[in-house]
């Protein structure tokens, strides 16, 4: 139980596009999920916090405009970096915990976003 | 904010060994988890542990509240069990989580 996939696990994008990352829990429901990113060899940071039906809650010195996030169902939350540069180039995780169970964080895959 | 430190920093093994690894937070914790993020960047949870000790298989965590650190034993290390550690630590008053520095495990024939 308590499985989260990432799709894509791997994009290229050249520098302006748009990308989307889906996160999905796929057996049980997230009221929260959250967004994360970790350069090679650093820890993970926390970007941002998604809560179903509500406006995402940004970390500090995270761009709301760059990283657009919505979380439309109990199953689904997508990252949207928009207008992508180089220096977005990184992996991004997202959790999830399930709803009214625990504040234990379920972690999906991961996707490798690279900025050309 | 919370400062999560773990140690050491990089671990190299034999295959067979036992090993502590260690995470010191900086105030106190209500609940803590422990992740291994495998070469590929998955992250595996191992244990939601917020006080007392929990085993499973060969692993076994122990987190002691009171003196803000948490301690995760790898008994008989297998070369699978190589990559990284973290602890990670309830943050802001939320269910947001802060990690920890990481240990980087490197388990050999």
């Known amino acids: 139980g308590a499985v989260v996939s990432q799709h894509p696990s791997w994009v290229i994008c050249k520098s302006g596009t748009s990308v989307k990352i889906e996160c999905r829990s796929l057996?049980?429901?997230?009221?929260?999920m959250f967004w994360y990113r970790q350069f090679p060899k650093q820890s993970l940071m926390l970007m941002a916090t998604?809560?179903?039906?509500?406006?995402?809650?940004?970390e500090q010195g995270v761009e709301k405009d760059k990283f657009l996030i919505n979380h439309a169902s109990l199953t689904l939350s997508t990252l949207t970096v928009t207008s992508a540069h180089p220096e977005d180039s990184s992996f991004y995780i997202c959790?999830?915990?399930?709803?009214?169970?625990?504040?234990?964080?379920?972690f999906g895959p991961g996707t490798r976003l690279t900025v050309t | 904010g919370i400062q999560v430190e773990q140690s050491p920093p990089d671990l190299i093994l034999q295959e067979g060994a036992n090993s502590t690894l260690r995470c010191n937070f900086s105030d106190s914790v209500n609940n803590l988890q422990w992740f291994h993020q495998n070469p590929w960047g998955q992250l595996i949870n191992l244990f939601y542990i917020p006080s007392g000790t929990k085993q499973n298989g060969r692993l076994s965590a122990t987190t002691v509240a009171t003196e803000r650190y948490s301690l995760l034993y790898i008994s008989s290390s297998q070369t699978t069990d190589s990559g990284v550690y973290f602890c990670a630590v309830p943050t802001g008053g939320g269910n947001k989580l802060t990690f920890g520095t990481g240990t980087q495990l490197k388990v050999e024939l």
């Open positions: 959790s999830a915990t399930e709803a009214g169970i625990s504040y234990e964080q379920y």
């Open positions: 057996d049980f429901q997230a009221t929260t």
């Open positions: 998604s809560n179903e039906g509500s406006k995402a809650t940004y």
